[in-house]
């Protein structure tokens, strides 16, 4: 579900229409009275929010929605001024996930939704914990554990076994695995991938031969 906070009738109709007919229901609102009202019903997927509105300014609202725990990761896309730069810049800082200046194209903006959808979908993905035979890993506390023994790993070893077990079943490759946990800026060499996952299967003892090496493909997290 995605909410549209615009007064504009033209704005909001079209842009409702458009998300609606492109299989990503979405629901529009004229004041900020009726979005708050809805917001106690159901929480969007991702808000749509105008800066300029009656009875209060989308800037005010999206401090409210980052204060609040419920909605504090609520992606938020805000709808700026065509060259108002200083609107665009306090929207950032105040939480915005991104922008989208007026007037903007129909497509470019079902680009952007949809980008922001797949990174929230990723964020949440990678805060949630894993748990296969043995092994207990929670991203949000930075935790590893294999039966009742905490593990302690450097925080590539970490990263690269998040990703792993995100994927688990998946083969990736050493480029990708150096991409997603060294990034693209990396100038380092392959080996340096097979270094840490030796180091991580040594560290994770009995729970080791859980990554697997796919030969002249990459690494594995196995799904069970």
Not at 31 to 37: E, H
Not at 77 to 86: D, I
Request: proline share 4%.
């Amino acid at each position: 579900m995605i909410y549209l906070l615009e007064d504009d009738d033209s704005i909001r109709e079209l842009v409702t229409y458009t998300f609606n007919n492109s299989d990503m229901e979405a629901v529009g609102f004229d004041r900020p009275s009726a979005f708050w009202k809805a917001m106690e019903q159901q929480i969007p997927d991702l808000l749509l929010l105008d800066i300029m509105l009656p009875e209060e300014d989308g800037l005010q609202i999206l401090k409210k929605l980052r204060a609040q725990p419920a909605t504090k990761q609520l992606p938020v896309l805000m709808l700026t001024a065509k060259g108002s730069e200083y609107d665009t810049v306090l929207g950032l800082d105040c939480g915005a996930d991104d922008y989208v200046p007026k007037p903007f194209g129909m497509m470019e903006l079902l680009a952007r939704v949809r980008a922001l959808l797949r990174r929230a979908e990723r964020e949440k993905k990678s805060l949630e914990d894993f748990t296969i035979r043995s092994l207990y890993v929670c991203p949000a506390k930075h935790l590893v554990r294999v039966g009742e023994e905490n593990i302690t790993l450097t925080l590539k070893e970490f990263e690269l076994l998040c990703v792993l077990l995100e994927n688990a079943g998946v083969v990736l490759t050493r480029d990708q695995l150096l991409n997603r946990v060294w990034g693209y800026s990396f100038d380092g060499e392959s080996r340096t991938v097979d270094v840490h996952i030796r180091s991580l299967r040594q560290k994770l003892g009995v729970c080791g031969d859980l990554i697997e090496t796919v030969r002249g493909i990459g690494y594995r997290a196995s799904a069970e």
